[in-house]
């Protein structure tokens, strides 16, 4: 956050329009603050919250998530130590 800040802070120093600056600095909070919307199958869904640990779909996406990148290090790991 503090690179963005800097980014920002720079930009304001420099002979940019008001306008254009604005512009800057909201393409950069839509880079750092954008939500996504997504639809999900509702029995998936459901399913899925019964064997997370979450009580929220938020959490259950994070946990998700996080499984998804831990098992795909995994996978990259065992592939690598078996090449060798």
């Given at each position: 956050?503090a690179r963005?800040?800097?980014?920002?802070?720079?930009?304001r120093?420099?002979?940019?329009?008001?306008?254009?600056q604005?512009?800057?600095e909201?393409?950069?909070?839509?880079?750092?603050?954008?939500?996504?919307?997504?639809v999900?199958d509702?029995?998936?869904?459901?399913?899925?919250?019964?064997h997370?640990?979450?009580?929220?779909?938020?959490?259950?996406?994070?946990?998700?998530l996080?499984?998804?990148?831990?098992?795909?290090?995994?996978e990259?790991?065992?592939?690598?130590?078996?090449?060798?």
């Open positions: 956050m963005i800040e800097g980014a920002v802070r720079r930009n120093s420099s002979s940019k329009s008001k306008n254009e604005l512009t800057h909201y393409t950069l909070c839509m880079v750092v603050c954008m939500r996504t919307n997504t999900i509702d029995a998936l869904l459901s399913e899925a919250m019964e997370s640990h979450s009580r929220t779909k938020r959490g259950l996406i994070e946990e998700v996080h499984t998804f990148i831990r098992v795909k290090v995994a990259k790991n065992r592939k690598t130590m078996c090449a060798v």
